[in-house]
């Protein structure tokens, strides 16, 4: 089964950018609709952007759109979540998350998601 390691986390200030980055290992990325969600200390986690197998399918919780780029790279095995404009409600460890091979449609729903990575911090300075 897939397994999934994300990166690029870390302290910027509001307003500024960062990339995320998880790297798939233990099966093609190209077969897995892909997920980025959220989760901040006392809060539940939450949908932030999802892709299609093929990137040609988005979609993004209301909060990011505009802000927030999902991207992802099939031949390096690598989904991207580009984060710009960041705001004080955005700090929260980000985790990558993937559909099963058979399950071609993007969600929402992080129950539809089995794969989960570790996650990797995003923190804010005012």
């Known amino acids: 089964q897939v397994q999934l390691v994300e990166s690029g986390g870390g302290l910027v200030q509001a307003g500024g950018s960062l990339r995320l980055s998880c790297v798939a290992s233990g099966g093609a990325l190209s077969d897995h609709v892909m997920g980025w969600f959220r989760q901040a200390p006392g809060k539940e986690r939450e949908f932030v952007a999802t892709i299609s197998r093929s990137g040609v399918a988005t979609d993004y919780q209301d909060s990011v759109e505009g802000r927030f780029t999902i991207s992802r790279d099939n031949a390096k095995n690598t989904v991207y979540l580009e984060m710009n404009s960041l705001k004080p409600e955005d700090p929260a460890l980000y985790y990558c998350?993937?559909?099963?091979?058979?399950?071609?449609?993007?969600?929402?729903?992080?129950?539809?998601?089995?794969?989960w990575g570790q996650g990797t911090q995003v923190t804010i300075s005012s």
């Open positions: 998350a993937a559909r099963p091979p058979q399950k071609i449609t993007i969600s929402p729903s992080a129950h539809e998601y089995p794969y």
